[in-house]
């Protein structure tokens, strides 16, 4: 069992930024690859990025590259990521997930495991 806590969030303006973390319980973080998603009010959830289980490997969403940044530590049990750029369009809740494979944590209906989310919300 994995339990997922986001942190961060909060209202900024656009061209502004953010770094959100969630931190994980247990002794086996490093087992699990780890994902954002997000959800805009009225809209599904969607992937924002993905880091695999050592961070060398990362994969962003097009609507994202280039301006934000998923990074995780072992050793703190926590990942992160860094928003840059931020535009109004990036207002959403966004939510921490694990899964055991890379690919459970690029599709929103595969994660094992998710957190219970964090408001972003940009200002134009």
């Known amino acids: 069992q994995v339990q997922l806590v986001e942190s961060g969030g909060g209202l900024v303006q656009a061209g502004g930024s953010l770094r959100l973390s969630c931190a994980a319980s247990?002794?086996?973080?490093?087992?699990?690859?780890m994902g954002w998603f997000r959800q805009a009010p009225g809209k599904e959830r969607e992937f924002v990025a993905a880091?695999?289980?050592?961070?060398?490997?990362?994969y962003y969403a097009d609507s994202v590259k280039g301006r934000f940044t998923i990074s995780r530590d072992n050793a703190k049990n926590t990942v992160y990521l860094q928003m840059n750029s931020l535009e109004p369009e990036d207002t959403a809740v966004y939510y921490c997930?694990?899964?055991?494979?890379?690919?459970?944590?690029?599709?929103?209906?595969?994660?094992?495991?998710w957190g219970q989310g964090t408001q972003v919300t940009v200002s134009s």
């Open positions: 997930a694990a899964d055991r494979a890379l690919g459970g944590v690029t599709s929103p209906g595969e994660p094992d495991y």
């Open positions: 880091i695999g289980r050592s961070g060398g490997f990362t």
């Open positions: 247990g002794r086996t973080f490093s087992t699990y690859a």
